[in-house]
């Protein structure tokens, strides 16, 4: 099992910034450790759940067209942390961020979600 632990969501005004942190634990990411994907998503009220961001633990990144330029996916590996820094937020970027990780031999893990609220 995978436990996913997101923070740093909160209330921010137009064009301020947010760092979201995701801590990864669990036995099982030791097994193929580049093996793993991780993303974000977010889900803002009465929306599907949307990708924002992905990476693997060799590093390549990929972003939804809407938060390219603005947001960076980093991980730490020695740390078993994800970030999500967000930059010039807007508030289309309202939403429930959630962190993913999955692997193609195992299953898919999801964190609880942490708010993020950008005001106008």
């Known amino acids: 099992q995978v436990q996913l632990v997101e923070s740093g969501g909160g209330l921010v005004q137009s064009g301020g910034s947010l760092r979201l942190s995701c801590a990864a634990s669990?036995?099982?990411?030791?097994?193929?450790?580049?093996?793993?994907?991780w993303y974000w998503y977010r889900q803002a009220p009465g929306k599907e759940r949307e990708l924002v961001a992905g990476?693997?633990?060799?590093?390549?990144?990929n972003y939804a067209d809407s938060v390219k330029g603005r947001f960076t996916i980093s991980r730490d590996n020695f740390e078993n942390t994800v970030y999500l820094q967000m930059n010039s937020l807007k508030p289309e970027d309202t939403a429930v961020y959630y962190c993913?990780?999955?692997?193609?031999?195992?299953?898919?893990?999801w964190g609880q979600g942490t708010q993020v609220t950008v005001s106008s």
């Open positions: 993913n990780a999955r692997h193609p031999r195992f299953s898919e893990y």
């Open positions: 669990g036995s099982i990411l030791t097994r193929d450790v580049m093996g793993w994907y």
């Open positions: 990476t693997t633990t060799g590093g390549s990144t």
